[in-house]
């Protein structure tokens, strides 16, 4: 079978793609209501606005180094929080909170690669 590459997001696609898989995350698990007490996870999500920005070199734009940033934090939390299954006390409900946590994963995983592909940058910086 051909093969074609596939179309990449530009930066600002990927970075709204990450904040509405955030909220829509955060609102899935809030109706599942299978939250358990993680300090790990606790204190990742209190630094959600205190990351860790990555060095980057003069030739990649800033905004592709902060979604490169926002969508490890994502990343980080995901892996966090699928180290178990919250209070889901049946098996329908650890499948709900899994896939509400991999589809994350999934858009924080694209984001990244939109962060790392010079093509779709600002035309400066290709």
């Not at 899935?28 to 060095?55: S, Y």
């Not at 934090?73 to 991999?102: C, F, H, K, N, Y």
């Not at 924080?108 to 939109?114: I, Q, T």
Request: cysteine-free; proline content about 6%.
């Amino acid at each position: 079978m051909p093969a074609r590459q596939r179309q990449l997001v530009d930066l600002g696609e990927a970075s709204r793609a990450l904040r509405g898989a955030l909220t829509t995350t955060a609102t899935r698990l809030a109706d599942l209501d299978v939250a358990q007490w993680n300090p790990d996870v606790a204190d990742a999500l209190m630094n959600i606005r205190h990351r860790t920005d990555f060095a980057r070199p003069a030739s990649v734009p800033p905004e592709a180094a902060e979604l490169a940033a926002r969508a490890q934090q994502a990343l980080d939390v995901v892996e966090l929080a699928l180290e178990g299954d919250g209070t889901a006390a049946t098996a329908a409900e650890i499948s709900m909170r899994r896939e509400a946590l991999t589809a994350l994963a999934r858009t924080a995983r694209d984001a990244w690669v939109a962060a790392a592909s010079p093509e779709v940058w600002p035309p400066a910086h290709r």
